[in-house]
């Protein structure tokens, strides 16, 4: 056990760790199956992270390998605190390291607290990975697509809404809710920014749209528009 996992395993609330394997749907045939929960609160983890920032390449993979789920949050905070200050040749390292990982950022808020300032800034400063974007979209794979959808929140960020409406379209017709509410949450991310934009894409997809796509992505809006919007979706 390294030392990462020893400092975590000290932090362990079995309380708190039952509340989150039911939060997580880890029960069989749940999106989280077999994710183990210690209990320890974000703001812990990431003292733990932060504690931890030299941490190597090797040891975060045996963090991202492991079935507990504290382990591969606090490896992807370190990777995220590391991409921050890194070259650019360090950051094509992290984003390969972080691509060969997907199999292991197995849960919702693994993929939003991490996708986005990784893979998200790596690609819009490397335009000719967009078409990553777009593989992974058209993936089997429930994590890869949320990854593919999510990560174009960097991209919102610059008022660049090309990826994310595209493929935002690619995953309308997904039939898992979390994929539903990651595209309604980047659709309203894109609202902030230009309601016209949003509203333009709404009007042209609502009948293939799914309600709780709909539903984020018209959540900023007056109450007399979001019924307007929910009424054509009938």
């Known amino acids: 056990m390294n030392k990462i996992a020893k400092e975590l395993n000290k932090l362990k609330n079995i309380e708190k760790a039952k509340i989150l394997q039911g939060f997580f749907k880890t029960a069989k045939g749940e999106y989280g199956e077999g994710d183990i929960f210690l209990g320890i609160t974000v703001p812990q983890t990431r003292n733990v992270a932060r504690n931890n ?3 190597s390449f090797e040891d975060l993979q045996k963090l991202l390998n492991n079935k507990i789920h504290e382990y591969r949050l606090t490896s992807l905070i370190i990777l995220v605190e590391k991409y921050k200050e890194a070259s650019n040749k360090e950051k094509k390292e992290i984003y390969n390291f972080y691509i060969k990982n ?12 991490s996708a986005p300032k990784i893979i998200g800034d790596y690609i819009f400063h490397n335009k000719n990975l967009e078409k990553k974007l777009v ?3 058209n993936s089997k794979h429930l994590w890869t697509k949320r990854i593919a959808i999510v990560s174009t929140h960097y991209f919102i960020k610059k008022n660049n809404f090309k990826n994310t409406l595209k493929i935002a379209k690619i995953l309308l017709s997904d039939n898992h809710d979390l994929i539903h509410k990651a595209i309604g949450w980047m659709l309203r991310e894109v609202g902030k920014k230009d309601e016209k934009v949003l509203k333009k894409f709404l009007d042209e997809n609502i009948k ?17 528009q979001r019924k307007q919007y929910l009424n054509k979706k009938i």
């Open 53 to 55: 920032l030299n941490s």
């Open 102 to 113: 997907f199999k292991n950022i197995n849960n919702w808020d693994l993929v939003d607290l």
């Open 135 to 137: 593989t992974w979209a």
């Open 208 to 224: 293939k749209m799914p309600r709780t796509t709909l539903r984020y992505a018209i959540e900023r809006f007056f109450e007399k």
